[in-house]
């Protein structure tokens, strides 16, 4: 088995992928949407998955109706990350999701390399209060890119720290944004969560509990 997979490196995203905090982001975003005046239906929340901070908020704000200037903009994203911050720090493995623990041991278990390609800014945090960050080889997120997803720069840079090739990647996403990144980037991906909006995806599962280092291996470009 180790043959045929020691070319093969797993980039993964974060939130909706390895842990659940996409409930936290939409209880912080709803809560800034409701303080301006307005609020924003739980399918609009998916169109905020895998993108930046900042992109997210002019999206409710257009939502809204609602025009600031960039730095009350600025205010505004950091109030929202407040609140997401005192969310997330009391945050335990108990919202690993499932499958991710046994995946990620059986990677490292075969040598083979993992990396985190995320747009959060608080993957550190996160990965902390999870403790999952012992299995990464290389974190790619938020802080160390400037374009975010759909852009592919946070799956190219984490193949160029891995040492892979951009076609021996395979990328675990649960965003359409994220997917189109993968893509663009020329990387094999699987999606998590529904077909619909994962559009591109070779493979869509509920969770990494569905899916095996061989047909991870078989994805490979």
């Known amino acids: ?28 975003w709803k809560q800034l949407a409701n303080s301006l005046g ?3 239906a739980h399918a609009q929340n998916e169109q905020l998955k895998g993108i930046s901070r900042m992109h997210s908020l002019d999206k409710i704000l257009k939502w809204g109706g609602v025009e600031k200037s960039e730095a009350e903009k600025e205010a505004l994203a950091t109030l929202k990350n407040s609140w997401y911050v005192a ?3 009391k945050m335990t493995e108990a919202e690993v999701l499932p499958g991710s623990l046994k995946l990620l041991q059986d990677l490292k278990d075969q040598g083979i390399k993992i990396a985190l390609g995320s747009a959060s800014k ?8 999870t403790n999952l960050a012992h299995f990464f080889d290389a974190i790619v997120d938020g802080n160390t ?3 975010s997803k759909p852009d592919p720069e946070v799956f190219v840079k984490a193949a160029e720290l891995l040492g892979a090739l951009n076609k ?7 965003a ?24 591109g995806a070779q493979l869509v599962i509920n969770d990494l509990s ?7 291996s078989a994805l490979k470009k």
């Open 87 to 89: 969310m997330i720090s």
């Open 122 to 129: 608080n993957s550190g945090l996160i990965l902390e209060r």
């Open 145 to 147: 890119v400037s374009a």
């Open 38 to 40: 307005f609020d924003f």
């Open 176 to 199: 359409q944004a994220g997917v189109q990144a993968a893509i663009a980037a020329g990387m094999a991906i699987v999606g998590i969560g529904n077909a619909e909006n994962l559009q």
């Open 1 to 28: 088995m180790k043959n045929t997979t020691q070319h093969i490196a797993c980039i993964f995203d974060l939130d909706g992928v390895l842990v659940d905090t996409a409930v936290y982001h939409y209880q912080a």
């Open 210 to 216: 569905e899916i095996t280092i061989a047909e991870i």
């Open 168 to 174: 021996d990647c395979v990328v675990f996403e649960d």
